[in-house]
């Protein structure tokens, strides 16, 4: 089976167009690792879209807040505001829907799904250090998670512990083979935000059967959503920093 993983949508719409046209016949199924609302201003048309596409996704730490289950007080001005803006604009059934999202990790085909550690959804792995405190308590040799916005990921073999890097800015993809043997804790990166100074959208192919995971990034236009979010209120700041990945 092959998958298109994503996470930390945002709201961005042109992103996930950008991802969902590059990865296009290249995956059967989508998987996300939360926060698909927040910052952005589309958090309707993401979250239709993915009631209607994804096979399966867990909630983030944005959706929570975004749908009244978490109150505000450990995020931003700027999160906070935009927030509150995502809450009044989404629909009834969007609301409801976002509130009915499992918390992770969960299990797909042999993966594991988690929106920040496996050991605790808001915790961040975002070192080799975060990584070895988490590697002991893994169920399952592969996990995909989010929170971070950094695309790549941490492997550990036989005492081993690496850092698995994301694609050069030159670079569309780079491909990773998935060991029997090793444990991997992998990141697809942010595709409505990523904070890794590469603004291009990020995302993950996997395939179950090859054991190939390729990490992508493909451009898309951010300056249309910058509009977008000062025409709709959001903090400017939220567009001027998607140019910069960061």
């Not at 993950?204 to 059967?209: K, M, Q, S, V």
Request: with cysteine; net charge negative.
């Amino acid at each position: 089976m092959r998958y298109l993983l994503i996470s930390d949508l945002h709201g961005n719409r042109e992103a996930l167009d950008s991802v969902l046209e590059d990865a296009r016949n290249q995956y059967d199924r989508i998987v996300c690792c939360g926060d698909l609302v927040g910052y952005g201003p589309d958090p309707n048309p993401i979250v239709d879209w993915a009631r209607s596409s994804l096979f399966a996704v867990i909630r983030g730490n944005h959706d929570r807040a975004c749908c009244g289950i978490d109150d505000l007080e450990w995020f931003n001005p700027i999160a906070q505001e935009a927030s509150r803006w995502t809450m009044s604009h989404l629909s009834p059934e969007n609301l409801d829907w976002l509130r009915s999202l499992k918390r992770g990790p969960i299990v797909v085909d042999g993966f594991s799904l988690a929106h920040g550690s496996p050991l605790d959804e808001d915790e961040y792995i975002a070192s080799l250090a975060d990584a070895a405190n988490v590697f002991d308590y893994l169920d399952r040799p592969l996990t995909f998670f989010g929170h971070t916005h950094l695309q790549g990921g941490f492997l550990w073999a036989n005492g081993r512990r690496e850092a698995i890097a994301r694609p050069h800015r030159a670079e569309h993809e780079t491909l990773l083979h998935i060991e029997a043997d090793a444990l991997y804790l992998v990141n697809p990166g942010s595709t409505g935000q990523p904070r890794d100074s590469d603004p291009r959208a990020a995302y993950a192919l996997f395939d179950t059967e090859t054991r190939n995971l390729l990490l992508r990034r493909v451009s898309y236009d951010h300056e249309a959503v910058r509009v977008k979010i000062e025409s709709a209120g959001l903090p400017p700041a939220l567009g001027q920093r998607l140019a910069f990945g960061r």
